[in-house]
């Protein structure tokens, strides 16, 4: 059978959920024995979104392979078993970079290079490269990014145009729109998902389906519109309504509509069922929980409800595993001060976890919570700047060096137990320049790392430039610090722990990108275990 491939685009409006859209298809495809692959083409001018500020972008997602990809890889992730790598994200930048290059190389032989056919032919290359990934893909889901109807979208949907000219019978595109409810009209409107399919016919494209986004559900009057004037069947206009609770809903909802069954007819892929028990069980832990807990995240970036999304869904994932509901409290570091009661500012909460992030800004905030949590023994969680801001502190608290700080914070600090790392010296350039993807870590037995991986060698996927300084090792060790994994032959510090503390924990690397919500990761799981032990011995302090 030859490769199928699912066009999904996006109308009206931005953020309408067009990635988790794309990762429930992708999900209730594999559910019925298809192997997929996602691929996420965004239109924007960076090569990758790695030097971009999370305010603006949000999350940046790492691969195995080091790739810094948009957050959407993540939904792919959790939801799917697609692989992901380098071919799975692709920008305008890479894209027109690619292009570029080639041209100076004389690769063109005196051509005029143009949008169409060198850019559009690059895109077509890339959908290809992320069909033969792996053997034996049935189906490439890709999404594009941006709205219809956006300038810089319009190579990508020229490209896509052309691909499925080439290959009539093995395609279908899939448009996520907008259909409002006015409610000074009391009434739904389908106007703006007519134009963006306009939009879309102009260019070539006739999408096979509608899916609408909207806040109660459809009734047969609006889809029969909407199917009449967007040239789509009545049973291809499905509704996609907002979900009061969890994301993990979305694929339930549209399979019970009957989309999976649509794609599969469509592109004859077969009739196998669904199977969606483990998916049903999950969900129903999720709603029914058995107990409850409080996490403070302490971090620079909470405005942005994006900034730090694997880390939420991984405590969710975390709760999931222990049948509890894990209610999140954001603290922006930069708002606590040291001259105010830390407890008044943060206190509350049953566990704290400190994520990463770049830059001054609100450090010093997080260096309180991490104090905070040590002296206090409530359970605290280091990822990447979390384990540096955990190691500082304990030097300047514990190791009695008043002035130990992270060289990323303060470049002539007198004990630089936190600095860059030998590889980055000397590095001008800051796009894709960091230690990204995944390395070993060997796990020390008898640690609390040990504990919840149960195994000693690990791969955990990074994105840092600065590292534990190895020169202060042992006068950590000294003072009950362990550093509980590393990398081969002990060079880089991974993790560090305190085993007189109840769960005090750092890890250089980012465990929130391996989590699921069916195979929650082993070291979410064991702080939400502390959490919860933690809300046993403090009842008498925390409602
Ligand atoms: N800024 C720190 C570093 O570069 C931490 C990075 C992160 O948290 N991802 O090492």
């Not at 791969?459 to 020169?471: I, P, V």
Request: charged share 25%; proline share 5%; with cysteine.
């Amino acid at each position: 059978m030859p490769t199928k491939y699912i066009f999904i685009t996006g109308g009206v409006v931005s953020s309408l959920g067009k990635g988790l859209t794309s990762a429930s298809i992708g999900q209730l495809l594999e559910s019925r024995g298809i192997k997929i692959a996602m691929l996420k083409l965004d239109p924007y001018l960076n090569v990758d979104p790695g030097t971009m500020n999370p305010f603006q972008h949000g999350e940046v997602y790492v691969t195995d392979d080091g790739a810094e990809t948009d957050l959407d890889l993540g939904h792919y992730y959790r939801f799917t078993h697609s692989p992901l790598s380098k071919a799975s994200n692709a920008t305008s930048g890479q894209i027109y970079d690619t292009v570029i290059k080639r041209e100076r190389r004389g690769d063109y032989l005196g051509k005029t290079v143009q949008v169409v056919p060198h850019v559009t032919d690059e895109i077509k290359t890339r959908i290809l490269a992320c069909s033969m990934q792996e053997k034996g893909i049935d189906v490439v889901l890709v999404e594009i990014g941006g709205t219809v109807g956006d300038i810089e979208s319009l190579p990508f949907l020229e490209a896509i145009r052309q691909f499925r000219y080439e290959r009539p019978r093995d395609c279908i595109n899939i448009h996520l729109t907008y259909v409002p409810y006015l409610k000074a009209a009391g009434e739904v409107k389908t106007k703006p998902t007519q134009h963006s399919v306009q939009d879309l016919r102009e260019i070539g494209i006739v999408p096979d389906l509608i899916l609408c986004r909207c806040e109660n559900s459809l009734s047969d009057e609006i889809k029969a519109k909407i199917s009449l004037f967007c040239n789509v069947p009545r049973e291809a206009v499905i509704d996609e309504k907002d979900i009061a609770g969890s994301i993990y809903e979305v694929p339930m909802d549209l399979h019970i509509q009957g989309l999976d069954a649509m794609v599969c007819t469509m592109l004859d892929l077969g009739e196998k069922k669904a199977d969606l028990a483990d998916w049903s069980a999950m969900l129903h832990t999720l709603k029914h929980p058995k107990d409850r807990i409080v996490i403070g995240i302490v971090g620079k970036y909470l405005d942005h409800q994006d900034a730090y999304k694997s880390v939420f869904e991984a405590l969710c994932h975390g709760g999931i595993a222990l049948e509890t509901t894990v209610e999140i409290r954001k603290f922006e570091s930069e708002r606590i001060v040291k001259h105010g009661d830390v407890e008044q500012q943060i206190g509350g909460c049953h566990a704290y976890l400190v994520p990463g992030g770049f830059g001054e800004r609100g450090w010093e905030g997080m260096i309180l919570a991490a104090k905070y949590c040590r002296t206090r023994g409530i359970p605290y969680f280091g990822i990447c700047l979390g384990m540096q801001v955990m190691l500082v502190e304990f030097a300047r608290s514990v190791l009695d060096l008043k002035e130990a700080d992270s060289t990323e914070i303060n470049p002539n600090t007198k004990d630089p137990v936190v600095s860059m790392l030998s590889e980055q010296r000397g590095l001008k350039a800051l796009g894709g320049t960091m230690r990204l993807g995944s390395y070993p870590c060997t796990i020390a037995p008898n640690t609390q790392a040990f504990d919840a991986y149960g195994k000693r060698l690990i791969l955990e996927r990074h994105r840092h430039r600065y590292e534990f300084n190895n020169a202060y090792k042992t006068a950590y060790e000294s003072k009950g610090m362990v550093f509980s994994g590393a990398l081969e032959n002990d060079t880089l510090c991974e993790i560090s722990e305190i085993p007189d503390h109840p769960w005090m924990l750092g890890v250089q690397f980012h465990p929130e990108f391996k989590s699921r919500p069916l195979s929650p990761h082993p070291l979410f799981r064991a702080f939400i275990q502390a959490a919860l032990f933690a809300k046993t011995q403090s009842a008498s302090i925390l409602k």
